[in-house]
């Protein structure tokens, strides 16, 4: 068998030789109560790459116990992410599909003496819980007959008790010094319409007693959750142990994937989206998968960095900029390069008459070289940050009386600028160096800077959108999301294209050359050339 890839598979391994288990199975568990996000995309490789690597399986689990949260939307949406990512489940399964066999799981326990119904209200429950030094208080309830237990549980399912004046308690142990023992609360009653069944129920089973029954009934094995339930896996066990499953699944933890500049929480992405901080789930800006889907980043590019950071036990952040190389790295090996222009300045050939196509390479990584056809004249646009009037030492882009290669075609030298009435350079004057041309340069001439161009007679005005994080810098880390969002995370230029990448279908990625990688999008019936990521590579390796 392949080498374990983490501290998971290590354990499987290990049970699979001692013959504690045999058939592998995991399941991705979200809540349908919003977006999946980037976050989500490591626990998807971490349950899929188990599947895949042990032959096993993988459910889709919907893990609907929450009816006032939870809508059909958002399970749509979990799906369409999932095969975006390109994994496959064997079956989609939901809480609420064991509904009645989690019911009868609860009346088990009650006939065990494991359960009771408690008439204590969720705050006094919850004042009556004890601290981490002090025990709790045993609920006055606590030592009802089976008899009583089952006809009160009954008459909660029926209906006959208003919300919260009932609930059904796991009787552990108040003293436990793991809270989540201290008789925890596995059925509540609650009256809210649930997307998938209704008005059918008006008692929902907790989290914690659904999961594990969930699984067993599922013939989960291995159940991947994220560090905050390790408190948890003590009652997970709990609910296997007194239930009597065999194979009991096991619950094993790993750290969640927090990186810096990005919010990870449905919560409040879903915040930013009901107030209008950005334009919908699938904003270019959301780390949704739909939104970096959107925003043009390959499922590729997201499992490879899921691949790289790898599973651990421990809580850490990683680097934005880390995401981006791996993004970048897949690109900068598929897309193809283009010529635009974000901040467009006219520079006119005086010595160039008529028109010709040169040869632009399509990747300059694939094997066989590949070119296209790009119209030269004498009529170009060059971006503003490539001419200075006032240049430092060392500026090797066009300067007057400075050389520099328009890529693909020739060496132009500035002889002379327009300045505009705001004292700017409005228009930058060039003779070409005939002999130059890219290919075949017989000129002699060395130049240090190549810079892009398009074709002031063919080129298309469109707008190019460059982003910024959503959250400000690392250093406002610990804050509260809402004081670190970054209200300038959208710069807009009135840029020029090639028609080549103007008439192209959307969503495909290209490189502008010397920019950036950017693909066509709709942006409210506009199109825009919008950013997928920079050119810029400041991830410190
Ligand atoms: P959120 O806090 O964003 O709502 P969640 O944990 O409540 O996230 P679920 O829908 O319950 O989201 O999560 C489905 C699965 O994805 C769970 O197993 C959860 O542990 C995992 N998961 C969620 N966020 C992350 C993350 N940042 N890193 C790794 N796994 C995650
Ligand atoms: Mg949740």
Redesign the pocket.
């Known amino acids: 068998m392949a080498e374990a890839n983490n501290f998971i598979e290590q354990i499987i391994d290990e049970e699979l030789e001692s013959g504690k288990v045999s058939a592998i199975m995991t399941r ?7 977006y ?9 490789c ?2 899929f790459g188990v599947k895949e690597k042990y032959n096993g399986k993988c459910n889709l689990f919907l ?1 609907d116990t929450n009816p006032s949260k939870e809508k059909e939307e958002f399970e749509e949406a ?1 799906k369409k992410d999932i095969a975006w990512l390109g994994f496959s489940y064997d079956r989609i399964t939901h809480a609420s599909d064991y509904y009645e066999q989690i019911y009868n799981y609860a009346e088990k326990e009650i006939e065990l003496g494991n359960a009771f119904v408690c008439d204590m209200s969720p705050e006094e429950i919850s004042l009556n819980r004890g601290t981490l030094t002090e025990a709790g208080k045993e609920s006055p309830n606590r030592n009802r007959s089976v008899e009583e237990n089952l006809k009160l549980f009954r008459e909660m399912r029926a209906g006959k008790y208003a919300d919260g004046e009932k609930c059904l308690r796991a009787k552990i142990d108040m003293a436990s010094p793991n809270i989540n023992m201290r008789d925890p609360v596995i059925y509540r009653i609650l009256r809210e319409t649930h997307y998938r069944t209704g008005d059918k129920w008006c008692i929902y089973p907790m989290y914690d007693f659904a999961h594990p029954i969930c699984d067993y009934l599922q013939g989960v094995s291995h159940s ?3 560090l ?2 390790e408190d948890h896996r003590p009652l997970y066990d709990w609910v296997g142990i007194t239930l009597g499953f065999n194979p009991k699944p096991r619950q094993i933890e ?5 990186v810096t500049n990005l919010v ?6 879903k915040k930013l989206v009901e107030e209008g901080k950005v334009d919908g789930w699938d904003d270019p800006r959301m780390p949704t998968l739909t939104g970096i889907r959107n925003r043009g980043v390959p499922a590729e590019a997201l499992k490879d960095f899921c691949a790289r950071i790898g599973i651990s036990k421990a809580n850490s952040e990683v680097q934005i900029s880390y995401l981006e190389a791996c993004i970048r790295e897949n690109l900068n090996l598929n897309a193809e390069r283009a010529m635009g222009i974000k901040k467009p300045l006219k520079l006119t050939i005086t010595n160039y008459e008529g028109s010709e196509e040169v040869d632009f390479e399509i990747n300059p990584n694939e094997e066989e070289k590949r070119t296209r056809k790009v119209a030269f004249s004498k009529n170009l646009f060059i971006d503003e940050d490539d001419f200075s009037l006032d240049p430092p030492p060392k500026y090797y882009r066009l300067k007057k009386d400075g050389y520099v290669r328009l890529k693909s075609a020739y060496i132009v030298k500035c002889d002379d600028v327009i300045i505009g009435e705001d004292g700017k350079v409005k228009e930058v004057l060039c003779s070409y160096v005939k002999e130059s041309k890219s290919g075949n340069d017989t000129s002699g001439i060395k130049v240090k800077g190549v810079i892009q161009w398009v074709n002031a007679d063919t080129c298309r005005d469109i707008e190019i959108r460059d982003y910024g994080y959503l959250l400000k810098d690392e250093e406002y880390a610990g804050q509260d999301f809402s004081e670190r969002m970054n209200e300038n995370s959208v710069m807009i230029f009135n840029g020029k294209v090639e028609p080549y990448v103007f008439n192209r279908q959307f969503g495909k990625p290209y490189q502008l050359i010397r920019t950036g990688y950017y693909k066509l999008l709709d942006v409210k019936g506009k199109t825009v050339l919008s950013q997928i990521v920079s050119l810029k590579d400041n991830f410190n390796k």
Do not use: V
Request: charged share 20%; hydrophobic share 40%; net charge positive.
């Open positions: 991705f568990p979200p809540e349908p109560n919003g999946l996000h980037i976050g989500h995309a490591k626990s998807l971490l349950n893990d979990i991947l959750c994220t905050e339930f790993f750290a969640r994937l927090n990870m929480s449905k919560r409040y992405l």
